[in-house]
């Protein structure tokens, strides 16, 4: 596509529901990521992924958190049993290589009530 | 490790005046540094990245960054700045694994 598409924009759930994030790169772009920015502030980063596989998976906060790339394309951020500390804007972005410039998506909205 | 600092949470200018915002490095070996600007209620935009070669980098909307090695330094800079270019700046690197590191994150503000 002609962006970084992302869904659902906005998502507002209980605490304690599963819930799950999708990216839509741009295609041809093997690399992907995902960040995490709370209230404006910094970005933190999640996971990486180069094709299939996640090279940097070192950002997760903990095993609540999962996410997996298929087909060199689509990737879904899993988020289980959500706590309010799970409420940010959660960034995906795209990029032709690692090292290459990052294309970003307008991010998913989680608020976990 | 490779890593980004940007020392100021906030800077005031007046419009019409310079702008800088300051980004300092850690790498080893040669640095690829970027810098991303985040407009109020969009979206990341890459604005400009050093590679190798000029000192001076050239970006979008009249920006400009200065690769200083001795001072290991990668400000960002505008001769003349508008109220528009309110918004949240990073500087960024990649990381040894292939992701990139951003920095905190300056606050610009702009005022008319």
């Known amino acids: 596509g002609a962006g970084v598409s992302q869904s659902p924009s906005n998502k507002v759930t209980e605490k304690g529901k599963d819930v799950e994030l999708r990216c839509d790169p741009i295609?041809?772009?093997?690399?992907l990521y995902w960040y995490r920015q709370s209230l404006g502030q910094g970005l933190e980063f999640l996971i990486y992924f180069q094709g299939n596989s996640a090279p940097d998976k070192s950002g997760l906060p903990s095993d609540r958190f999962s996410a997996e790339r298929t087909g060199g394309s689509v990737s879904t951020l899993t988020i289980q049993r959500t706590q309010q500390e799970d409420s940010a804007v959660y960034l995906c972005?795209?990029?032709?290589?690692?090292?290459?410039?990052?294309?970003f998506g307008a991010g998913s909205r989680l608020t976990v009530l | 490790a490779q890593s980004v600092a940007q020392p100021e949470d906030q800077v005031n200018v007046a419009e019409g005046n310079p702008l800088t915002v300051k980004c300092t490095y850690s790498v080893s070996g040669n640095p690829y540094l970027f810098w991303y600007v985040q407009y109020p209620n969009r979206g990341l935009q890459f604005l400009l990245k050093y590679i190798t070669g000029d000192n001076l980098v050239k970006g979008s909307y009249g920006f400009e960054a200065e690769f200083n090695k001795s001072q290991t330094s990668f400000h960002l800079k505008k001769p003349s700045a508008l109220v528009s270019d309110s918004a949240l700046y990073f500087c960024?690197?990649?990381?040894?694994?292939?992701?990139?590191?951003f920095g905190q994150g300056t606050t610009l503000q702009v005022k008319p």
């Open positions: 295609s041809g772009h093997t690399a």
């Open positions: 960024a690197v990649p990381g040894n694994t292939g992701k990139l590191i």
């Open positions: 972005a795209s990029s032709a290589d690692r090292g290459s410039v990052l294309t």
